[in-house]
């Protein structure tokens, strides 16, 4: 997920990001079937919550918006993100929140660290974790279909061809989190930049992608430049 792909105007080649992309989900969705760390860095923000709720979504969904003429900006975006779509994703206020930038060092699992090539955050409460992430190097649209073919490879995943378009090319896919919950989440091309999101909470795979789908157009409206419902300056 860190590294930079061939042809790219980045730091790394493509071998060593789709090699990072493959160790990081691994990590990501060991720590999500144990319910233990995170692929984040930075300090958590705490908040007194009750249990993993579901009240009815009031974020925009994913269908309703034109992802495929957005165009993204490669940079921090977290403290943008809607906090009512935040709270509508995971059934409440985060309990814990965390964020990191383009170079650092991200602790991915209990000892392991790499450096970060990307902008991301992460939003926890109970069970129920969202992701946004960008890549920081520009990504051709050549190399965002290797990218979309790597994904699409990942064990214990589904691809939702018939899921709305985040951005082009784009794909969509649920996974199993273990425990009951999925991982439901949706990557593509924003101009020269590659978004990426999810959702991973208990439920049936269809709804928690329904869900993820009002999730990651917030993390589009947040991401755009400049970010839709933003005045210009």
């Known amino acids: 997920m860190f590294s930079t792909p061939p042809g790219l105007r980045g730091p790394a080649p493509l071998a060593a990001l789709l090699a990072s992309i493959i160790v990081l989900a691994v990590v990501v969705t060991a720590l999500a079937t144990r319910g233990g760390g995170d692929a984040t860095s930075g300090a958590p923000r705490e908040a007194t919550t009750s249990p993993e709720a579901s009240p009815e979504p009031t974020s925009t969904p994913l269908a309703d918006l034109d992802t495929t003429v957005l165009t993204v900006q490669r940079a921090a975006f977290c403290d943008l993100v809607d906090p009512a779509a935040v709270e509508s994703a995971l059934g409440g206020e985060p309990a ?9 060092s991200v602790l991915i699992a209990s000892g392991i660290k790499d450096i970060s090539h990307e902008f991301g955050c992460r939003w926890k409460r109970g069970r129920a974790v969202l992701r946004g992430w ?7 649209p050549a190399d965002a279909r ?16 018939a899921a709305p378009a985040f951005g082009a090319p784009t794909l969509a896919r649920t996974c199993s989190a273990g425990k009951g919950s999925t991982e439901a989440s949706f990557r593509g091309l924003f101009g020269d930049a590659w978004l990426a999101c999810s959702l991973t909470r208990t439920g049936a795979p269809a709804a928690v992608l329904d869900r993820a789908g009002e999730w990651c157009a917030a993390v589009a409206r947040a991401a755009a ?8 300056d």
Do not use: I, K, M, W
């Open 134 to 140: 960008v890549f920081a190097p520009p990504v051709t």
């Open 225 to 232: 430049t400049p970010p839709l419902g933003q005045p210009l």
């Open 146 to 161: 290797l990218l979309r073919t790597e994904a699409r490879r990942a064990d214990d995943c589904v691809v939702r061809r």
């Open 96 to 104: 814990d929140v965390r964020s990191y930038g383009n170079g650092e």
